[in-house]
């Protein structure tokens, strides 16, 4: 189990409590404080940002891309692990794919949106299909971009997503 140092020796267990962070302080009982979002070492906010698609080169490239950007990534391939994945940890960005066999990307959006509303979703799909874009964004979508996305308009919209959670927008 990881602990967080919280001074005068005292360390405190980060626990998930209805998709927040809190620091429960096993010592001392004293009511859990809402952990702030840490920010790394390379400027970027400390959230772990989730990936689904079910073609394995694209999920390995864009895992690459936002590693490289200095983003912590949990990538799946699978829609079913993904929404256990998103009901415990409640990430606050994720990304995810369309068309996936046996359950669709507008699925997961809408399933997504009731165990996760403050998640924001990025949607990288191939399908240029007007219906789905307006389907997508009225979900409430941050963003629709088409595979190959550009790598710049890409972390541009993660980035975007990420200061609308943190606050820093």
Request: proline share 7%.
């Amino acid at each position: 189990m990881n602990r967080v140092d919280i001074g005068e020796n005292r360390w405190a267990v980060p626990i998930r409590f209805h998709c927040k962070t809190y620091l429960a302080d096993p010592l001392h009982n004293a009511a859990p404080k809402r952990r702030n979002c840490m920010v790394a070492s390379h400027g970027k906010p400390h959230l772990s940002i989730g990936l689904l698609d079910d073609d394995l080169s694209v999920l390995k490239a864009t895992t690459r891309l936002l590693r490289s950007a200095g983003w912590e990534v949990e990538p799946f391939s699978d829609p079913a692990v993904f929404l256990r994945y998103v009901q415990r940890h409640c990430p606050p960005v994720v990304v995810i794919d369309i068309r996936m066999p046996v359950i669709s990307g507008l699925e997961v959006q809408k399933r997504l949106h009731d165990v996760s509303p403050t998640t924001r979703v990025i949607v990288l799909t191939g399908s240029n299909n007007p219906s789905i874009h307006s389907q997508v964004m009225s979900v409430g979508a941050s963003a629709f971009l088409l595979k190959p996305a550009d790598d710049q308009e890409f972390l541009a919209e993660i980035e975007s997503a990420a200061a609308i959670v943190t606050g820093d927008s």
